[in-house]
């Protein structure tokens, strides 16, 4: 059974950094194929791509928000089947409810980030609430 569980939301002042985790279990990130998929909902919102990537993809994340860009990176942990999402120079807009989720496809995450309707699992989410 694929399952994903986030955690590392916390607050941070502006400026902060903090790195969140997506433990996944039910598949392996060493040797699966997979598409992952960091997502955020901020309070009155709808639910945005931040950055993904795709395990059949060896030039690395394919995807990243203009918004991010620079500040956000994801990393795989192999050894502890774990995905990362190191985050730096928060800004208070960076608030949100912050999402792991994948897709069965080492292909699923392009240069416009991974079709929401080919994910086939999520996690519960963990809260960044960035102070001002």
């Known amino acids: 059974q694929v399952q994903l569980v986030e955690s590392g939301g916390g607050l941070v002042q502006p400026g902060g950094s903090l790195r969140l985790s997506c433990a996944v279990s039910?598949?392996?990130?060493?040797?699966?194929?997979?598409?992952i998929g960091w997502f955020r909902q901020a309070p009155g919102k709808e639910r945005e791509g931040v950055v993904c990537?795709?395990?059949?993809?060896?030039?690395?994340?394919?995807f990243y928000a203009d918004s991010v860009k620079g500040r956000f990176t994801i990393t795989r942990g192999a050894a502890k089947n774990t995905m990362y999402l190191q985050i730096i120079s928060l800004k208070a807009e960076d608030t949100a409810v912050y999402y792991c989720?994948?897709?069965?496809?080492?292909?699923?995450?392009?240069?416009?980030?991974?079709?929401?309707?080919?994910?086939?699992?999520w996690g519960q989410g963990t809260h960044v609430p960035a102070s001002s």
């Open positions: 990537m795709s395990s059949r993809v060896s030039k690395g994340p394919s």
């Open positions: 039910g598949f392996t990130l060493e040797l699966d194929y997979y598409s």
């Open positions: 989720a994948r897709a069965d496809s080492g292909y699923g995450c392009n240069e416009h980030g991974i079709n929401q309707d080919d994910l086939d699992q």
